[in-house]
């Protein structure tokens, strides 16, 4: 004979109230959005690619599209970087300022010192890996908040760029062609399609073999899941920390030669928003900010994105301060919806 819910024990009722309130239709979407972090970004990039193609159909023309893109291989590059970091519960708010210094590296030795190019690049990769390098070691040995450690060598790598390059552009026109050939176009449908955009697609592919089928990439998502059980299980969490700046340093000295050809210029005042936008490409693309949740897939829809809301409201006639209120917008709904989805877990 049944009971009545007035006749159960009140841990029985709980127990009955909790299994109900789990299988109602919002906490079935929360679920699936957690194990699929990918599919919220990707509703919204088709979204957002309707509503500015509705706005200006201009947006969806071949000439804009490979204007998008190219932004995006820089805004995409440094977003890989940002995932691996933010992977480990961290952040690296000196993305941008150790890409521009790796580029004025590059373009201060190939144009005015005479450096073979290929031993131009390797220096940007060698500037790129120490800056790496320097951030891993006071996040893991000094035991100071990423936070605070990329506040401040965002500022000190700021400063070296402006000492390297007193402050001046270096035009490609001055570099070999090889330091500029990420620029260089190929027709696809007619659409440009720079060789930056092919770098970027498979520094994707390598990453999320890397992530998703390697030791390495279950030790990151541990160390960023929880530390301490990292530990107890037997991960080296500050190798693991180590190497993830390292490896994200490495990843920003490609960025670099990316935005050389982007801008065909080494610039100490290019790309200002891209700290920015790296990060909100990585939160839009369904990664937490808590650590140990996210796919390299989702940071690419991102940064797409990013890109489709800046250039569509560009097309609209917004001014570029609206640009970046939108952005700043977009990572505060990315992080109050994943706040949201990780209530799932619990």
């Given at each position: 004979m049944s009971q009545s819910p007035a006749m159960l024990p009140t841990g029985q009722i709980d127990l009955a109230q909790e299994f109900l309130r789990r299988r109602t239709p919002l906490s079935v979407v929360k679920g699936v959005l957690h194990r699929y972090p990918a599919i919220s970004p990707g509703v919204v990039l088709v979204v957002a690619v309707v509503i500015f193609g509705l706005i200006n159909p201009r947006v969806l023309a071949g000439t804009n599209l490979s204007l998008?893109?190219?932004?995006?291989?820089?805004?995409?590059?440094?977003?890989?970087?940002?995932?691996?970091?933010?992977?480990?519960?961290?952040?690296d708010l000196s993305v941008g300022a150790i890409m521009i210094f790796a580029s004025m590296t590059i373009g201060q030795a190939a144009?005015?010192?005479?450096?073979?190019?290929?031993?131009?690049?390797?220096?940007?990769?060698?500037?790129?890996?120490?800056?790496?390098?320097?951030?891993g070691t006071l996040v893991t040995r000094l035991k100071l908040p990423p936070f605070i450690v990329t506040l401040g060598t965002l500022s000190?790598?700021?400063?070296?760029?402006?000492?390297?390059?007193?402050g001046?552009?270096?035009q490609g026109t001055a570099m070999p062609d090889l330091a500029t050939w990420t620029g260089d176009t190929f027709r696809v449908f007619g659409v440009d399609i720079t060789f930056s955009v092919v770098m970027m697609l498979v520094l994707y592919v390598v990453m999320a073999f890397v992530l998703g089928r390697t030791a390495w990439g279950r030790h990151v998502y541990?160390?960023?899941d929880d530390k301490e059980a990292a530990r107890l299980s037997g991960i080296r969490v500050n190798r693991v920390l180590l190497s993830v700046y390292v490896v994200a340093g490495a990843i920003l000295a490609l960025g670099a030669w990316i935005q050389i050809g982007r801008s065909f210029a080494a610039?100490?005042?290019?790309?200002?928003?891209?700290?920015?936008?790296?990060?909100?490409?990585?939160?839009?693309?369904?990664?937490?900010?808590?650590?140990?949740?996210?796919?390299i897939w989702g940071t690419l829809l991102g940064a797409l994105i990013v890109g489709v809301f800046r250039n569509g409201l560009a097309l609209a006639g917004l001014d570029v301060l609206y640009q970046t209120l939108a952005?700043?917008?977009l990572v505060i709904v990315a992080v109050a919806i994943d706040q949201w989805i990780r209530k799932a877990q619990k």
């Amino acid at each position: 004979m049944s009971q009545s819910p007035a006749m159960l024990p009140t841990g029985q009722i709980d127990l009955a109230q909790e299994f109900l309130r789990r299988r109602t239709p919002l906490s079935v979407v929360k679920g699936v959005l957690h194990r699929y972090p990918a599919i919220s970004p990707g509703v919204v990039l088709v979204v957002a690619v309707v509503i500015f193609g509705l706005i200006n159909p201009r947006v969806l023309a071949g000439t804009n599209l490979s204007l998008i893109t190219q932004q995006v291989a820089v805004i995409g590059t440094l977003g890989v970087a940002q995932t691996l970091v933010i992977l480990t519960a961290g952040i690296d708010l000196s993305v941008g300022a150790i890409m521009i210094f790796a580029s004025m590296t590059i373009g201060q030795a190939a144009a005015s010192k005479g450096v073979p190019v290929v031993l131009a690049l390797l220096l940007g990769l060698v500037v790129g890996v120490a800056a790496g390098a320097l951030n891993g070691t006071l996040v893991t040995r000094l035991k100071l908040p990423p936070f605070i450690v990329t506040l401040g060598t965002l500022s000190i790598f700021t400063a070296l760029t402006l000492l390297v390059s007193n402050g001046a552009t270096i035009q490609g026109t001055a570099m070999p062609d090889l330091a500029t050939w990420t620029g260089d176009t190929f027709r696809v449908f007619g659409v440009d399609i720079t060789f930056s955009v092919v770098m970027m697609l498979v520094l994707y592919v390598v990453m999320a073999f890397v992530l998703g089928r390697t030791a390495w990439g279950r030790h990151v998502y541990a160390v960023g899941d929880d530390k301490e059980a990292a530990r107890l299980s037997g991960i080296r969490v500050n190798r693991v920390l180590l190497s993830v700046y390292v490896v994200a340093g490495a990843i920003l000295a490609l960025g670099a030669w990316i935005q050389i050809g982007r801008s065909f210029a080494a610039s100490p005042n290019a790309a200002a928003d891209v700290n920015l936008d790296s990060i909100t490409a990585v939160v839009i693309g369904g990664t937490s900010l808590f650590g140990g949740r996210g796919t390299i897939w989702g940071t690419l829809l991102g940064a797409l994105i990013v890109g489709v809301f800046r250039n569509g409201l560009a097309l609209a006639g917004l001014d570029v301060l609206y640009q970046t209120l939108a952005v700043g917008v977009l990572v505060i709904v990315a992080v109050a919806i994943d706040q949201w989805i990780r209530k799932a877990q619990k």
